[in-house]
T-cell receptor
């Protein structure tokens, strides 16, 4: 079955630490990849996306993600986190074998200590 | 700002008492989706409307129904809520129905079943 796996359910970091959140998917064919973020009390919103081209994509607030096709991965990174990055992060995928439907991972809750 | 509005934000109901959740959008998007999200789990697509065309997911229980009377509004009806239906219900929209479409979410409606 098509699925998206996020390796860590909870991550706690201190400010200025580096962040990497793992995401793996189990789709064949062409994929579109997304990271969505949900800040406390707010709605889910797009952080960044990859459709084609340069596998290293940059999003808002200094986040970036790298698509590694051979590893079926799309990990999210940020060199130096801030307290305001405390949120829940969801990896999501659409594929040409799954139709247009967006399939989400279970999310990773990030808490950044000030 | 164009947005997706869900009401109510919090709904408490009794076991078996019907519930209706609403979603409205000012984006003029063609597609409206309903996702169910339980604690620490991935958002799960229940169904979507592409214009007036209703598309049910194969594993969505019959207990869940939806209506889209016009482009702006979409409703989720839970005919006889059970304890297992307690969850956050997310409405989302997209301009079209392709893998490249970004989802715009509402803030969600949290359902509690007593």
């Amino acid at each position: 079955a098509q699925s998206v796996s996020q390796h860590n359910h909870h991550v706690i970091l201190s400010e200025a630490a580096s962040l990497e959140l793992g995401c793996n998917y189990s789709y064949g064919g062409t994929v579109n990849l997304f990271w969505y973020v949900q800040y406390p009390g707010q709605h889910l919103q797009l952080l960044l996306k990859y459709f084609s081209g340069d596998p290293l994509v940059k999003g808002i607030k200094g986040f970036e993600a790298e698509f590694i096709k051979s590893k079926f991965s799309f990990n999210l990174r940020k060199p130096s986190v801030q307290w305001s990055d405390t949120a829940e992060y969801f990896c999501a995928v659409t594929s040409n074998t799954g139709g247009f439907k967006t399939i989400f991972g279970a999310g990773t809750r990030l808490f950044v200590k000030a | 700002d164009a947005m997706v509005i869900q009401n109510p934000r919090y709904q408490v109901t009794q076991f078996g008492k019907p519930v209706t959740l609403s979603c409205s959008q000012t984006l003029n998007h063609n597609v409206m989706y309903w996702y169910q999200q339980k604690s620490s789990q991935a958002p799960k697509l229940l169904f979507h409307y592409y214009d007036k065309d209703f598309n049910n997911e194969a594993d969505t229980p019959d207990n869940f129904q939806s209506r889209r009377p016009n482009t702006s509004f979409c409703f989720l009806d839970i005919r006889s809520p059970g304890l297992g239906d307690a969850a956050m219900y997310l409405c989302a929209t997209s301009r079209g129905r392709s893998g490249a479409n970004v989802l715009t979410f509402g803030a969600g409606s949290r359902l509690t079943v007593l």
